[in-house]
């Protein structure tokens, strides 16, 4: 069983920026972020492999960078100019070698001036 824990959410105003961390128990390959803003549904936004081989959302591209320290199972998503649509709570995800996919507790951000 792989368990996520996530953290580093917060408000943070428009143009600002955040990292958001999730650290994961157990064996894992690709990990990667999903987000969720009010009323609308979930939304891919990056995703890294075990290799370090990164894509992203099209929304998002540019302005985030996800990472990884695969000594420490974490998977780090760098939000650079921020602005209000990136208001969501954000999931992390991990899949395992058999294909399962795992899910963080999310966690809040809020771009606000």
């Known amino acids: 069983q792989v368990q996520l824990v996530e953290s580093g959410g917060g408000l943070v105003q428009p143009g600002g920026s955040l990292r958001v961390s999730c650290a994961a128990s157990g064996s894992i390959n690709s990990m990667g972020w999903y987000r969720q803003a009010p009323g609308r549904e979930r939304e891919w936004v990056a995703q890294i492999t075990t290799d370090g081989s990164t894509s992203y959302a099209d929304s998002v591209k540019g302005r985030f960078t996800v990472s990884r320290d695969n000594a420490k199972n974490t998977v780090y998503l760098q939000m650079n100019s921020l602005n209000p649509e990136d208001t969501a709570v954000y999931y992390c995800?991990?899949?395992?070698?058999?294909?399962?996919?795992?899910w963080g507790q999310g966690t809040q951000v809020n771009v606000s001036s």
């Open positions: 995800y991990a899949d395992n070698r058999w294909g399962m996919r795992y």
